[in-house]
């Protein structure tokens, strides 16, 4: 099997490191090799990035400078530990990915999405999930869990009314790129999620497996394809 790209992505406590762990878990038992990684960070200067992106005291960051820092980050992290997991033919699970800025940065601090769009394809030159999971959850309740819990950092903190804009702008951003995108009903119990999330792969693999039997199988340049 060639290397595969999964992103995880939804809401702040939507439980997308919970289900990573699942599908690590089923990965492994189809003996294959499994790269866990996360947005910001995964690389050494990823991590730099991501503890400058969340501390509490980085409050005067402009949506400018933070955008940027996350395609950065990005950035380093494709050409470094993503692009070579995926030739060395590994399966790769991420916490968040290029959507995530597209909610955060584009609707969430209203860059817009298709400008911080444009500064993301600089920075990772073409590489996309092959499959992207959406945990679909309303962001009030989780979010009210997860910081109570350990208090928030720069992003957490921002307050409900950020977050529910970024969970409209996940919404508005699906219409508009929903290729290779399935919906996972996060409401559910944990073992139905993860569930939902194995069936989606399985579905996408099927799917994948007879396009390439169709490709090996269709006709070459000057030979004709005869159907009954």
């Known amino acids: 099997m060639k290397g595969l790209f999964i992103a995880l992505e939804g809401p702040d406590g939507s439980g997308k490191s919970t289900m990573i762990k699942g599908l690590e878990e089923y990965f492994k038992k189809k003996g294959m090799d499994v790269l866990i990684t996360r947005e910001p960070g995964g690389t050494p200067i990823g991590e730099a990035i991501r503890k400058i992106l969340l501390d ?8 400018e400078t933070e955008a940027l820092l996350y395609a950065a980050s990005r950035g380093q992290h494709v050409r470094e530990k993503i692009l070579p997991a995926i030739k060395a033919g590994k399966v790769v699970l991420c916490d968040r990915f290029i959507l995530s800025s597209l909610a955060y940065q584009g609707v969430g601090r209203g860059l817009g999405i298709e400008e911080v769009r444009m500064i993301n394809d600089f920075a990772i030159k073409g590489i996309r999930p092959d499959l992207t999971l ?5 962001p009030e309740t989780t979010l009210q869990r997860k910081t109570r819990k350990r208090g928030g950092d720069r992003l957490e903190s921002e307050g409900i009314d950020f977050h529910r ?3 409209l702008g996940y919404l508005e951003i699906l219409k508009k790129y929903s290729n290779n995108v399935k919906i996972i009903d996060a409401t559910k119990t944990k073992k139905e999620v993860l569930n939902q999330s194995i069936y989606c792969i399985e579905e996408f ?15 070459g340049p000057g030979r004709t394809k005869f159907t009954r």
């Open 134 to 138: 959406f945990y679909h959850i309303d």
């Open 205 to 219: 693999l099927k799917g994948r497996k007879s396009n390439e039997t169709y490709n090996r199988h269709s006709p």
């Open 165 to 167: 804009k970024v969970y």
């Open 56 to 63: 509490n005291r980085n409050r005067s960051m402009f949506p």
